[in-house]
């Protein structure tokens, strides 16, 4: 019972690199969220995809891309990557319950130097 | 976006019942009080539920006020393991975008 799978755990970028963080999740939801964590802070949404082929942008999408090509799969994408980048990356997947929660990843831990 | 309000850290003893309250003054009709819970190094996780008056799962109770501009997070009996980032949401019903603000962290004291 994998849940919400992301790859990579772990990984470190300089300035201008680019990546790409993967997030699947195999309990057939619809919408699937991509939060950043920074030290001590809450979680802020960045984008999200409420089906297979949408997207939208959330509190701080600006030098992201992101791409749900199939309802498993939802990537994020660091086109040129920045140090204030560094931070701990969520996927989330919503489930279609009465309440509707977040089932999360165990993150992704990027940092830019 | 409705705003919350909570506390930024609490501490506790082993035993006792915690409270933890969120305000949220600007809360729509069509909005749902929704709290999670953080470990360190982990995801949050979903804990509970409610639109109004009183929610009581396995884990904690949720209470909300008629005017549900406040709800409050009743732990009952924490240990150790209870320490954690817990954060108040509201989650409207037709509307997909859930924002988490800064939380409280409750610190539970052998």
């Known amino acids: 019972n994998a849940g919400v799978t992301q790859t990579p755990k772990f990984q470190v970028l300089k300035t201008g690199q680019s990546m790409t963080l993967q997030c699947a999740q195999d309990?057939?939801?619809?919408?699937m969220y991509w939060y950043r964590q920074d030290p001590g802070m809450g979680l802020r949404l960045i984008y999200y995809?409420?089906?297979?082929?949408?997207?939208d942008k959330g509190e701080v999408p600006n030098g992201y891309n992101v791409s749900r090509l199939n309802k498993r799969e939802f990537s994020l994408r660091l086109e040129s990557a920045a140090p204030s980048q560094t931070s701990v990356y969520f996927c989330?997947?919503?489930?279609?319950?009465?309440?509707?929660?977040?089932?999360f990843g165990e993150g992704s831990r990027l940092t830019v130097l | 976006l409705a705003k919350t309000t909570q506390p930024i850290s609490m501490d506790s003893y082993e035993g006792q019942e915690v409270n933890i309250t969120c305000s949220h003054n600007?809360?729509?009709?069509?909005?749902?009080i929704t709290w999670y819970q953080q470990f360190p190094s982990q995801g949050p996780r979903f804990i509970i539920q409610?639109?109004?008056t009183k929610v009581t799962n396995e884990v904690a109770s949720l209470f909300i006020p008629a005017d549900r501009k406040s709800s409050t997070l009743s732990l009952p009996r924490v240990s150790l393991s209870d320490t954690a980032v817990y954060y108040c949401?509201?989650?409207?019903?037709?509307?997909?975008?859930?924002?988490f603000g800064s939380g409280t962290k409750l610190n539970v004291k052998p």
């Open positions: 309990m057939n939801h619809n919408s």
């Open positions: 995809s409420a089906s297979e082929g949408t997207t």
């Open positions: 409610g639109y109004k």
């Open positions: 989330a997947s919503e489930g279609q319950g009465e309440f509707g929660e977040l089932f």
């Open positions: 600007n809360i729509a009709t069509n909005d749902y």
């Open positions: 949401l509201l989650r409207a019903s037709n509307f997909n975008k859930f924002y």
